[in-house]
């Protein structure tokens, strides 16, 4: 049982988190893009967002099975320091996705026009500063990346 599991935790990983790491190192450059009338970057834009949130939220399973991987052999991993400091750093960066990059990506995505009707009609969205708003998402996409590069590192130590 705990090979199923450790094999379902490594391919969601591999599934879910390159896709979300490539998407949101990509979005900010391509929402800028958009943002001065590219309109090939505008339909890049719309794709990696959908990326980013589809992927996104189905990343969430890595953690979550990484905590089932542990319940398979109790006496052992829970005795391995270094599986609960990869769950800490996975939900760490699972945190700076939710709070930090998804709502800067719907602000630029609202910004563009690019949101459904209904979402553009219940809030403003208006960015000033492009430049300040690509770089933070680059900023934020950079420690999601590096956050899980430490938990890959943390699990094999």
Do not use: C
Request: proline share 3%; net charge negative.
């Amino acid at each position: 049982m705990t090979t199923v599991v450790i094999i379902l935790h490594v391919l969601a990983a591999i599934l879910f988190l390159g896709p979300v790491t490539v998407a949101t190192s990509s979005f900010h450059v391509r929402a800028a893009e958009a943002h001065t009338g590219d309109t090939e970057a505008a339909g890049a834009t719309k794709t990696l967002y959908r990326i980013s949130q589809n992927y996104g939220v189905f990343s969430l399973l890595v953690p979550l099975l990484g905590v089932a991987v542990m319940f398979t052999d109790v006496g052992y991993y829970f005795q391995q320091y270094q599986f609960h400091a990869a769950i800490v750093l996975s939900l760490l960066a699972w945190a700076v996705l939710l709070f930090l990059i998804f709502p800067r990506q719907k602000t630029m995505m609202g910004a563009l026009g690019f949101l459904e009707p209904d979402e553009l009609a219940a809030k403003s969205y208006e960015i000033e500063d492009w430049g300040k708003a690509r770089s933070q998402l680059s900023m934020f996409g950079g420690i999601w990346a590096l956050l899980w590069v430490l938990t890959a590192i943390t699990m094999f130590l």
